[in-house]
């Protein structure tokens, strides 16, 4: 749930040349490297790439901090999107343009849009590059780039996707396609696979097929569906308490789960996915579908490949309590770009712009910062139209839970937060600057217990 893209285009920006406030100087001691002058339109206090959750929702904690006039955007889609409506839109229970706003509506009033893409970071100069060879400075930077989807790293997509009965939720293309393939199944094998690679909201690949399923018992289908998840994890879900609740309901319900599997082709004229056995090198299984959902692979995006901010993987290289870079002290990284060792969800955003929010303001004093962020984040395991378990842990894979019930029990109250709450909470409240998690809600629902 992070951001789409980075970009910038100098038009509409205002000319002129103002100095750098002062205190910049003396900045000078955490190995900043700083110019006397620079023209308004190449230069900002606080420079955001990306447009996404945590690049919007930061340039309005920085514009708050700094002033509008002081912060810039960098991002080239017009369209801004809540991804998790994205599980219920497959399902066909939410309609696609609910998730979706104009990217100008988003962004805070006053700050510097700028509709462009990222071509290269210097941090040793204080600068990026953007397209045409446009160059932008800095005194602080924000990277929120998000994550790559990579259909194309599997034989056979994105092309396949221009048959039937194949859909994907992770993209703006393919979601309504999920959607088609689940109304138009008669019978057969229903399977839904999970790359070998990080993916952003690690609950998705799993929340559509319990949809499916249950869309197919209300519809009188589902003696005639084998319901089969290919995962390449060797475990269903990364939180102990959580596993064991699904797998119980994954028992219930007569779904087929291969671990460590990984999906490689798709054959979409034949209808057949191939997979190769990660316990087996070089021995492949195909299965023939009657529907499929796909859940590409993923990576750093390419700009941050090679770059000096990332580590040797492409990842914005942070630190884990922080969010402060390892290496350059004016600059941060917010979700899933970085190498925070957390589940890649719009929850984790919003626990981590509160921590990076109060790091900033130390870095600007010249102090070290002492907030930390423990890993918070959050997945509502969807199981179902009018159920879900909301997972909440830390990084080390403990329940971090916000109420004082058992959250590994299905539960229509968190169904309604997921499908009606959040996205209130994440248009009105997240990418305005305002909602760090529910740090301070948990702390006063469990202090009322004592």
Known sequence: MSAIGVAASCSGLRPGVWLLKPGVHKMRSLGFHTAARCAAKDYYEVLVLGGGTGGITMSARMKRKVGAGNVAVVEPSKTHYYQPLWTLVGAGAKQL????RPTESVMPQGVEWIKSRVTGLDPDKNCVWLENDKKISYKYLIIALGIGLHYEKIKGLPEGFHHPKIGSNYSVHTVEKTWRALQDFKEGNAIFTFPNTPVKCA???????????????????????????????GVIFGVKKYADALLEIIKERNIAV?????????????????????????????????????TPPMGPPEVLINSPVSNEVGWVDVDAETLQHKKYPNVFGIGDCTTLPTSKTAAAIAAQSGVLD???????????????????????????????????????AQPLETFPIDQSKERVTMYHMKADIMPLLYWNALLKGYWGGPAPFRKLMHLGLK
């Open 97 to 100: 343009a609910a998730s979706a």
């Open 203 to 233: 609950g998705a690949p799993q929340k559509i097929m319990y949809l499916s399923e249950a869309y197919w018992r209300k519809t009188g289908k589902r003696s005639k569906a084998n319901i089969v998840f290919n995962t390449s994890l």
């Open 258 to 294: 291969n671990y460590r599997r990984n999906l490689i082709e798709v054959r979409a004229d034949k209808q057949e996915a191939v997979f190769e056995n990660l316990d087996k090198p070089g021995v492949t299984e195909v299965h023939q579908y009657e529907m499929l959902h796909v």
């Open 358 to 396: 109060k790091t900033i303001s130390m870095v600007m004093k010249n102090q070290l910062p002492t907030k930390k962020y423990d890993g918070y984040t959050s997945c509502p395991l969807v199981t179902g139209y009018n159920k879900v378990i909301l997972a909440e842990f830390d990084y080390n």
